[in-house]
């Protein structure tokens, strides 16, 4: 939607004035998928009404509120110095948990809450952490070879292990990015020019990009290099016999030795 600058200034006007007071609110994506005993650092922001301090930070796993003596893997009032829970947030609209070597058992459902000297709140909705053992994002083949013959076609589509919900899907050949989104990419007329590395990606609060898929497309050893020839052969063969042909018949029906001269009169 196209607006006008006067419907654009309405609008902001509308939303308040610039630095209104922002509300209770923790964001946070909604999951977030990890590879056992990689480090996931999990992006997470708040806001809480002006005029606020806040005095603590908690992140707890599979509890609506985290209050009080909840089991937490953070707490600002009393941080574990060893702990493969990292606090990268600060006190002031960061949240960012980072989680070093992750295990099978730290999948769960994360919340944030955090402390003012007024109120207190927590981030409902929280975010959904997954352990997987294998390649988060892979690029499967409809093939079974990565060398395909040229004029056929492949389709590759991008799998997750984490997918909880359909994700934007991007590719790229050799790390560009192709206009082609979704979870399939069909390719087919092949030529020379497809043979690449084919990556995906997934857009969410994560990114995260497949391992390449190689695809080499080569000519067609099935077709008959032998017939082809031998059809050209017949081709200016038959070509020859009738410019031979023509050049009996003009000889037959040319001039006799009067016009020889003047030809080489003229040439002289
Ligand atoms: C929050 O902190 C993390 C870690 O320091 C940083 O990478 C991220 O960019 C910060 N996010 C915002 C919105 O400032
Ligand atoms: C594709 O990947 C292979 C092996 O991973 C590498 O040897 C090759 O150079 C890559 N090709 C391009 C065009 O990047």
């Known amino acids: 939607m196209k607006m006008n600058p006067w419907t654009l200034s309405v609008l902001l006007l509308l939303a308040g004035p610039l630095g209104a007071d922002p509300g209770w609110h923790v964001e946070y994506p909604d999951s977030f998928c990890v590879v056992e005993g990689s480090t996931a650092t999990i992006p997470c922001s708040f806001t809480h009404p002006a005029g606020l301090r806040v005095e603590r930070v908690v992140w707890c796993p599979n509890h609506m509120f985290c209050q009080g003596t909840t089991p937490n893997v953070y707490d600002s009032s009393n941080i574990i110095a060893d702990s493969r829970f990292q606090y990268l947030g600060d006190l002031v609209r960061n949240c960012t948990l980072k989680i070093i070597k992750t295990v099978k058992q730290d999948a769960a459902t994360y919340r944030f809450r955090f402390e003012?000297?007024?109120?207190?709140?927590?981030?409902?909705?929280?975010?959904?952490?997954?352990?997987?053992?294998?390649?988060?994002?892979?690029?499967?083949?409809?093939?079974?070879?990565?060398?395909?013959?040229?004029?056929?076609?492949?389709?590759l589509t991008c799998t997750s292990a984490c997918s909880f919900h359909q994700l934007d899907v991007h590719w790229y050949r050799n790390g560009h990015a192709l206009s082609e989104t979704g979870p399939a990419l069909h390719l087919s007329y092949l030529t020379n020019n497809n043979t690449g590395n084919y990556t995906c990606s997934l857009d969410s609060g994560w990114q995260k990009t497949s391992a390449p898929w190689s695809l080499f497309v080569v000519e067609d050893e099935d077709f008959d290099w032998h017939l082809t020839v031998s059809v050209v052969l017949k081709v200016l063969f038959a070509v020859f016999l009738l410019l031979l042909a023509g050049l009996v018949f003009a000889k037959r029906s040319a001039p006799g030795p009067e016009h020889e001269i003047v030809y080489s009169e003229v040439v002289r």
């Not at 988060?136 to 056929?152: A, L, P």
């Open 116 to 155: 003012t000297n007024g109120d207190k709140y927590t981030g409902q909705k929280g975010v959904r952490v997954t352990v997987t053992n294998g390649e988060v994002v892979k690029v499967r083949s409809s093939v079974t070879d990565n060398v395909v013959k040229e004029g056929g076609q492949v389709t």
